[in-house]
């Protein structure tokens, strides 16, 4: 692969770490601050926003939701999918954990830890709650920071495309199936039609949307560059929308949080078991099946992290502002970016050890222009 070509790869997938991202615990942290102060001086405004909806669908969630998940989709060239079997060993670890593992595996760790470890220490009425909440974290892989981790961790630039491109679509008619099963095991009655709706306005419709969008914007003169700026024009409103999307559910949630503060640190001990479970077992996969160290950073980084934003929309969709599930896909947000940081680290930490594996190609066979 030419310089040009990954340097072409690398922008179009707005690969850099920013200071929003880099710091996003720290905004979540505010957000917690600022939205149950604000929920707790003005109840009565946040409960006007919270009756705004349409078959169980909240109108300012569902645009906050738009301008954050149309940007990210208008990274995500689809024709990609074209180049799927070139690293067709780490495509495969990647599809098996995102969507055979982690579901599965966040349930399990939701029913050990919420139903049964810490349930004496939580709201009796949010047990279930909180367990679909952590269900719906890990039902959907995520989109955009994976191009983060992914230039982070150095690596292979297309592998990235061509998997967060496959997922998309996967999810379209995955995330659904998955979601009512786990939730049915577990119990907790699936609202099937506000699922779907969910899926069609918060995958299909902004996919469709930001698929011709980016077709247009390529189509026209200097289509490169003009998808770079719109990108760039986008990003401050995308972060806006997180932003006051992450104050209203605290605002909601701010008197449960406050006469039980434990809960969100509870609730963190799954996500995090789970995205260094998953994070491992996708990079020892890659190993064991002989993938480049440059396919099996980003494969094992791909396979941990989440989706947040579809998962406060569907939480909210089905189960409302005030729920568990709401704040247990919070929580999420909140040690994102930490624990995604550390898998980076030990990712690159490791590639000696990873290079050992006799049939591994070395990280300058791979892709040579990512060593550094």
């Known amino acids: 692969m030419s310089v040009q070509c990954e340097t072409t790869a690398k922008k179009s997938t707005g690969a850099a770490m920013g200071v929003f991202e880099r710091y996003l615990t720290v905004w979540v942290f505010l957000c917690i601050v600022v939205g149950i102060g604000l929920g707790h001086l003005m109840p009565q405004a946040f409960q006007a926003v919270g009756g705004l909806e349409i078959a169980q ?4 969630v569902a645009i906050l939701l738009w301008m954050m998940i149309v940007p990210m989709l208008l990274k995500i060239d689809l024709r990609a999918l074209k180049d799927v079997g070139q690293h067709w060993r780490g495509i495969s670890v990647t599809l098996f ?33 909180y367990i679909a ?46 979601v009512a099963l786990l939730l049915g095991i577990s119990s907790i009655t699936v609202p099937w039609d506000t699922l779907l709706l969910s899926v069609a306005l918060y995958i299909v ?3 469709i949307i930001a698929s011709l969008w980016r077709k247009m914007i390529l189509n026209s003169d200097d289509g490169k560059q003009r998808l770079e700026h719109t990108l760039k024009t986008l ?13 209203l559910l605290f605002g909601f949630q701010g008197e449960q949080i406050l006469s039980q503060p ?18 491992g077992l996708a990079y020892l996969l890659n190993r064991a099946v002989r993938s480049p160290h440059c396919v099996a950073g980003p494969s094992a980084l791909i396979g941990a992290s989440n989706f947040f934003e579809l998962a406060v929309a569907t939480a909210i969709a089905l189960f409302g502002f005030e729920s568990g599930a709401a704040l247990a896909t919070v929580v999420g947000v909140l040690i994102e970016v ?35």
């Open 235 to 247: 990003h401050p409103w995308s972060l806006a929308a997180l932003l006051a999307t992450l104050v």
């Open 57 to 60: 669908i909240n109108l300012p």
């Open 205 to 207: 419709v902004p996919l």
């Open 262 to 279: 434990l809960i969100i640190l509870l609730l963190a001990v799954p996500i995090l078991i789970q995205v260094l479970f998953n994070s």
């Open 97 to 129: 954990v995102n969507w055979a593992v982690k579901p599965f595996s966040m349930a399990l760790l939701g029913w050990f830890f919420i139903a049964w470890l810490f349930r004496d220490w939580l709201p009796a009425d949010q047990i279930d709650s």
């Open 133 to 178: 909440g952590l269900i719906l974290l890990a039902a959907a892989p995520c989109t955009a920071m994976v191009f983060v981790w992914s230039n982070l961790s150095r690596g292979e630039p297309h592998f990235t495309l061509s998997q967060v491109a496959l997922n998309d679509v996967i999810m379209v008619f995955a995330f659904a199936p998955i």
């Open 338 to 372: 930490p624990v995604m940081l550390f898998a980076v680290r030990v990712v690159n930490s490791t590639v000696d050890w990873y290079e050992q594996r006799e049939g591994v190609d070395s990280y300058e066979q791979c892709c040579p222009q990512t060593k550094t």
